[in-house]
């Protein structure tokens, strides 16, 4: 059973475009929930927390459905920069993160 | 920024020899954690460690791998005979509180077991 699934992609979308990535999780006790971006072979870099009320930071915006176990992450006005693969995660009491297999974006000019 | 340090970005070690990865994480966190990424795969959870105890470890960690904060600064993962299946990305991350935060990762060191 995966803890946590991810549409693998890859996504290829325009520069300037709208792109929406969804998650579900399967263990219902999951704490607190994350988007962390990581370039390619390099070390996952913390993206944005999720809150159960929606957050958003600039072009970026998480929600969380706790009731579906679902979340996600959309992007707006894509940039060259976006370009990486996506991983969400879900941590438990002890924080111990559960990675899904990330989605890949690539924002084409 | 404060960041999480590991050492060495890359280590190349015989099958059946010991090897020490090392990591310095943010000095006022006070919960650790390493994770490895078999290429291509996803990023997997193997032991976090707190108060100098392990807090939780994965079915991964098994008795070839042990955890160790021997200073005040320094926290490393041991593995004690690398088989061909330990090649991995080990990451080291940090967190200063237990709940509902992120982790900070370090880069991350490219172990390869020839």
């Known amino acids: 059973r995966k803890e946590v699934e991810q549409d693998p992609g890859p996504f290829n979308v325009p520069e300037g475009a709208t792109v929406a990535f969804n998650c579900t999780y399967s263990?219902?006790?999951?704490?607190?929930f994350f988007w962390y971006r990581q370039d390619c072979r390099k070390e996952p870099k913390l993206l944005m927390s999720?809150?159960?009320s929606g957050n958003e930071d600039g072009r970026f915006t998480a929600q969380l459905n706790r009731a579906s176990q679902y979340i996600s992450l959309l992007i707006r006005d894509s940039k060259l920069s976006d370009s990486a693969t996506y991983l969400c995660v879900a941590a438990n009491t002890g924080n111990q993160f559960y990675f899904g297999t990330g989605t890949s974006l690539t924002v084409i000019p | 920024e404060p960041e999480v340090t590991q050492t060495p970005s890359h280590q190349v070690t015989q099958m059946g020899q010991e090897v020490i990865l090392r990591c310095v994480p943010i000095s006022n966190h006070l919960y650790f954690y390493w994770y490895r990424q078999i290429l291509g795969q996803k990023v997997e959870f193997l032991v976090s460690f707190y108060n100098n105890e392990i807090s939780e470890k994965s079915e991964i960690f098994d008795d070839q791998f042990s955890v160790e904060r021997p200073d005040g600064s320094n926290f490393t993962l041991k593995i004690r005979s690398t088989k061909l299946e330990d090649s991995a990305m080990y990451f080291c991350a940090s967190s200063d509180k237990v709940s509902n935060q992120p982790q900070h990762f370090g880069d991350g060191t490219r172990l390869s077991i020839l």
């Open positions: 263990n219902s006790a999951s704490q607190s």
């Open positions: 999720v809150y159960s």
